[in-house]
C-alpha cells in the first residue's frame, strides 16, 4: 500500500507545464528551443520562443491580447502593467493579470472593481466569490473539498471517495468519476500541489502487486471529455515491484489565468497557489489549467 501512494503522488494530477522561464523554453509542438530564435511550431515571428511565453504575437498558443502589454491602457483593457504575466503576491499597486482584464491588488478587498465579476473580501473560493473575483462554478477546477462522518479528511489515494463538496456542476462522462484533488505531501515525500481543492474528472487504474483495491471509473473506455475540457492521458510506467499507474482527466480548457483561479491561496503548503492557463506536454497544444508547482513532479 506505501508504494501506490508514492506513485500516485507523482501524478498530482499535475502536470508538467511549459513556462517561459531561464533555459530552454516550448514550442508549440511541445520540443526545445534555445535563446531567441524560431523553429519550427512557434511562428509568431516576434523573434522569441515558446508558447505560452506571455508575448503577444500571433500563432505561438497565446490568447489574443492585442496590445495588451505595451504598457498603455488601452481601449477594452482595465490595466496595463506592460508585460502578459500574472505576477505571483505580494502584488504592486500596477500588478495587473495576464490579458490586462484586471488589477491584481483589488481583487480581494471586497469591493467590486472594473474586471472583477464579484468580490466578496474573503479567501474561501467554495462560496459563491471565488479569491479571484470571479463566479464559483462548482465545475471542473472549482475549489473543493471532502467530508465523511461530518468532519473534513485528508486526501486519499482514491480521490473520488468521500462526500466531496462544491463540485456539483463536474459532469463526468462515461467512464470517469467525479474527483477531489487537493494539495498533500504523500509517504515518500511526495508533493501534490492543489491550492483550495481541484474538482477533476477522472479514471484511473493500477497494475502490480502493490496497488490498492478498484480503480477509479473505466480507464481503457475513456475516449473524450465534455465540451470545454482537455483529455491528458498520463501513464506512469511500473517495473521492479513498483505498480503502473494509467490517469485520463478532463483539464479545464482557458484562455487566460483569469480562468485559472490565479489568486487561490494554499493552505497545506503556507504561501500562494500557482493556477495558470498553459499548455502542457501532453495537452496537444492546448492551454489549461494547471498548478505550475507540480512541474517538478
Not at 36 to 51: F, S, V
Not at 128 to 147: D, E, L, P, Q
Not at 223 to 232: N, Q
Request: glycine letters at 16%.
Amino acid at each position: 500500500m506505501i508504494r501506490p501512494l508514492m506513485t500516485y503522488s507523482t501524478l498530482g494530477l499535475g502536470f508538467v507545464a511549459c513556462l517561459a522561464v531561464a533555459g530552454p523554453a516550448c514550442t508549440d509542438d511541445g520540443s526545445a528551443e534555445a535563446g531567441n530564435t524560431e523553429t519550427a511550431g512557434d511562428g509568431d515571428g516576434d523573434g522569441y520562443p515558446g508558447d505560452g511565453d506571455g508575448d503577444p504575437g500571433d500563432g505561438d498558443g497565446d490568447p489574443d491580447f492585442g496590445d495588451c502589454g505595451n504598457g498603455v491602457v488601452d481601449d477594452g483593457e482595465v490595466c496595463d502593467d506592460g508585460n502578459n504575466v500574472t505576477e505571483y503576491p505580494p502584488f504592486a499597486a500596477g500588478d495587473c493579470i495576464d490579458d490586462c482584464s484586471m488589477v491584481l491588488a483589488t481583487c480581494n478587498d471586497g469591493t467590486v472593481d472594473p474586471g472583477e465579476d464579484c468580490d466578496d473580501g474573503n479567501d474561501d473560493s467554495k462560496d459563491a466569490c471565488t479569491t479571484s473575483c470571479t463566479t464559483n462554478s462548482m465545475g471542473v477546477h472549482a475549489a473543493c473539498t471532502v467530508f465523511e462522518d461530518g468532519m473534513e479528511v485528508d486526501p486519499l489515494f482514491n480521490i473520488s471517495e468521500g462526500d466531496i463538496q462544491n463540485c456539483d456542476n463536474v459532469e463526468p462522462v462515461a467512464g470517469t468519476a467525479v474527483g477531489c484533488n487537493r494539495s498533500w505531501q504523500y509517504i515518500g515525500n511526495n508533493l501534490v500541489y492543489a491550492a483550495g481543492g481541484d474538482c477533476q474528472i477522472i479514471a484511473l487504474e493500477c497494475e502490480g502487486d502493490l496497488c490498492p483495491p478498484g480503480p477509479i471509473g473505466d480507464y481503457p473506455n475513456v475516449s473524450a471529455c465534455p465540451e470545454g475540457h482537455v483529455l491528458i492521458d498520463k501513464v506512469i510506467e511500473g517495473g521492479g515491484g513498483v505498480p503502473e499507474i494509467r490517469s485520463k482527466v478532463c483539464l479545464l480548457a482557458c484562455e487566460s489565468d483569469r480562468d485559472c483561479r490565479w489568486n487561490e491561496a494554499d493552505v497545506f503548503w503556507d504561501g500562494p497557489g500557482e493556477y495558470r492557463c498553459k499548455t502542457t506536454p501532453l495537452s496537444g497544444g492546448a492551454r489549461v489549467c494547471n498548478d505550475g508547482r507540480n512541474n517538478e513532479l
